[in-house]
């Protein structure tokens, strides 16, 4: 168990409907960054969190939309969704910057399938 | 630009022989770089890290060399066993203080026995 816990593990949903996935970063982290990992892909950034606040952004679809909440869990928002989006979302957290500790420790994902 | 690709996508080994995975970079400001395991199923976990001032660090069996001349990164596992097989990514901060990784697109490592 890596401490990263996101809910729900598995997601099948229709086209065009609107789900939400939930983190729980690591006790005592800061940041939470949300990645896409489509089949045989790489983990393509979507976006950071950093105590409440958005860090940074990366190729995230305006269809998608993510917030931290006060007590840190983040929840990622995908709407109007498309056979495109079935992928592993992963969420990771980090106390604050990864070179300072040693990069992102990772949940175990949620696989979404559009059908 | 943001570029991490890795030279070969899969990669077979002898179980019990030495594992070498190789990654390009492409963004000279990169001075973090982080290598992280991946088996079916499960997230990304981090193996060993390096920073620009280093050329090569050591782990529990496992060794990354950096070559910042020709931008060039690998990972050394030695004594490969069969829970070594997964997918293996580079990843690079890219120079930025955003805090943002930038993940390869990964190569699976297969263990022969």
């Known amino acids: 168990d890596s401490g990263v816990t996101q809910t729900p593990k598995h997601l099948i949903t229709a086209t065009g409907q609107r789900v939400t996935l939930r983190c729980s970063p690591r006790?005592?982290?800061?940041?939470v960054y949300w990645y896409q990992q489509s089949l045989d892909q790489g983990l393509q950034f979507l976006i950071q969190?950093?105590?409440?606040?958005?860090?940074a952004k990366g190729n995230i679809l305006e269809r998608f939309s993510a917030q931290q909440f006060p007590d840190l869990h983040s929840e990622l928002n995908l709407s109007s969704l498309e056979l495109g989006d079935s992928a592993l979302y992963f969420c990771?957290?980090?106390?604050?910057?990864?070179?300072?500790?040693?990069?992102?420790?990772f949940g175990s994902g949620t696989r979404l399938t559009v059908v | 630009g943001e570029s991490v690709g890795l030279h070969l996508p899969t990669l077979s080994v002898q179980e019990g022989d030495n594992s070498i995975i190789n990654c390009a970079y492409s963004?000279?400001?990169?001075?973090?770089f982080i290598w992280y395991k991946q088996e079916s199923g499960k997230g990304p976990q981090f193996i060993i890290d390096?920073?620009?001032?280093?050329d090569k660090r050591q782990g529990q069996r496992v060794t990354v060399l950096l070559n910042k001349t020709v931008k060039h990164l690998s990972l050394q596992i030695a004594a490969t066993q069969p829970g070594d097989s997964a997918v293996y990514f580079c990843?690079?901060?890219?120079?930025?203080?955003?805090?943002?990784?930038?993940f390869g697109k990964g190569t699976r490592l297969h263990i022969l026995p």
């Open positions: 990771a957290s980090s106390v604050y910057t990864s070179w300072v500790s040693g990069g992102y420790t």
């Open positions: 006790s005592g982290d800061l940041s």
């Open positions: 969190y950093y105590n409440g606040e958005e860090r």
């Open positions: 963004n000279s400001a990169s001075d973090y």
């Open positions: 390096i920073r620009s001032n280093m």
């Open positions: 990843a690079e901060n890219g120079g930025n203080r955003d805090d943002k990784i930038i």
